[in-house]
């Protein structure tokens, strides 16, 4: 392939508009902002009372990316992912501990930042924590009753559904198969079955804060709907989470913003990733199969279980199984290696995108098509001779990989990094084994040059030949 072949395949934009799989229309929708000057996307974050697991990861991995292709099409895109600091789970550990229910969610907000920074994952520009929006979920919940759309009984405020016709819209589930869905509490101070709360009392143990409704705390979803409504606005671009969250949270923030907002939109465009499942079976913690990616980080690096992650379509189910992280890795090996191939050339300056590529993230982003497109430049970089054809090429697997949080590392670090704990040899000790090895070839000791090669085998360390030069990886 020549030069000006990778460069007509190459480009800084593309004529492809973005398309999005959005719940509420079911169906791609092209994407137009409400201002291309300001581009606004709430995530549901974690609620921070345990690790999370691979399940938990998906969506912070997504919609990482789906930041990254906004930010690139986008001069300003404004992410916020929340925190959920106040639940009852979180209650009952901070009971447990003897501690304050901060004690449990600062623990664990930190673990989560730190697991997900490690799969790549970059903080959202906002990350608001329930605990310090009760002002605005009072505010809305005072306009919600004076609107007629929520009610008070027994120190608790709940929203009534069948005031907001359009209810079910997001999930358009008949209304008796979504109160069987939303598992809803029977309680004599409900107008309706299907009735949520808003706000429910605290006793003197419990967490609470003043209200005109007595002292209390949040209902989840309505958590949400105020912090979307402090740092993004009354609506939003897109609203992102697991497909978990489609019914009952998406469906009631929909309806308790829009009534708090005098019908106004709340968000256009509503992404949902599917589940990640454990050998074909749902992960759950009944089945024992809950995998963490605390555990995980242990066992592989993180930019393999995040392209794991992306291996597959996020609004399909993604299948986990003991060779995906093996792949994923082996993906990596090979995708690297054609970098450490350019190491001896400087990537062009430009942010050179190939249009396959970014084509296929803008095609609600089908990661899968934009990983085949990366290995595609992988083999054009493996045998490549012209020297700015190469050049282009590293820019191109830079440049893409970035939009997918993937070959941000030196190529040669990636390889030496990952036989830190595979030998008792350090870089240093393994280049001077490959240059004595490389010494024994020169002169025709084979014998030697074999020897040298099966000691590093043995310490699971992996030589390749080629192009006049002996690279090396784990095994």
């Known amino acids: 392939m020549t030069a000006s072949k990778t460069t007509s395949n190459t480009s800084l934009g593309t004529s492809s508009k973005l398309t999005l799989y959005n719940t509420l229309s079911r169906q791609k929708d092209v994407f137009v902002p409400l201002d291309e000057a300001r581009v606004t996307m709430y995530v549901c974050g974690p609620t921070v009372y345990n690790h999370a697991h691979i399940g938990n990861a998906r969506p912070a991995v997504v919609f990482d990316v789906l930041a990254r292709v906004l930010r690139h099409l986008y001069p300003n895109v404004v992410y916020a992912r929340n925190i959920t600091d106040i639940e009852d ?29 490690a799969l790549g994952v970059a903080l959202p520009d906002f990350e608001p924590l329930a605990t310090e929006t009760i002002p605005e979920m009072i505010s809305m919940m005072e306009r919600l009753i004076a609107a007629g759309h929520a009610y008070a009984a027994e120190g608790h405020v709940l929203f009534d559904v069948p005031s907001f016709p359009g209810y079910g819209a997001l999930s358009r589930r008949p209304m008796d198969e979504m109160i069987a869905g939303a598992r809803v509490e029977v309680a004599p101070y409900k107008k309706n079955a299907s009735d949520f709360v808003l706000w429910k009392p605290s006793t003197d143990e419990q967490p609470g804060w003043d209200s005109p409704w007595g002292r209390g705390r949040p209902g989840w979803h309505l958590e949400c709907s105020a912090m979307i409504e402090k740092h993004l606005g009354e609506t939003i671009d897109i609203h992102g989470g697991g497909i978990d969250l489609q019914f ?68 399909q189910p993604l299948d986990w199984n003991d060779d995906v992280l093996p792949q994923a890795k082996a993906m990596l090996d090979r995708l690297y290696g054609a970098l450490r191939q350019l190491d001896d050339v400087e990537a062009v300056s430009d942010h050179v995108v190939p249009t396959a590529f970014l084509d296929a993230l803008l095609d609600d982003l089908n990661t899968p098509k934009a990983l085949a497109e990366l290995f595609v430049l992988a083999k054009q970089a493996n045998v490549a001779t012209e020297p700015q054809e190469r050049a282009t090429l590293k820019a191109a697997l830079i440049q893409s990989g970035l939009l997918l949080g993937l070959l941000q590392q030196d190529a040669n670090s990636w390889f030496e990094g990952e036989a830190d704990g595979a030998s008792d040899l350090d870089a240093a000790a393994i280049e001077a084994q490959i240059e004595a090895r490389n010494a024994a070839r020169a002169s025709k000791d084979f014998g030697e040059a074999d020897r040298i090669r099966d000691a590093l085998a043995d310490a699971g360390i992996l030589i390749e030949d080629s192009a006049g030069k002996t690279s090396w990886r784990k095994a």
């Open 89 to 117: 789970k979180i209650i009952d550990m901070a009971a447990e501990e003897g501690v304050d229910i901060s004690v449990i969610t600062n623990r664990y907000a930190d673990i989560y930042r730190a697991d997900m920074g």
């Open 248 to 315: 009952p949270h998406h469906e009631n923030e929909l309806a308790q913003s829009r009534c708090s907002h005098d019908g106004a939109p709340f968000a256009n465009y509503w992404l949902h990733n599917g589940f990640v499942n454990m050998n074909s079976e749902k992960m759950s913690k009944s089945l024992g199969n809950v995998l963490l990616v605390h555990q995980l980080i242990d066992q592989a690096p993180g930019e393999a279980i995040r392209l794991a992650l992306l291996n597959g379509h996020y609004r």
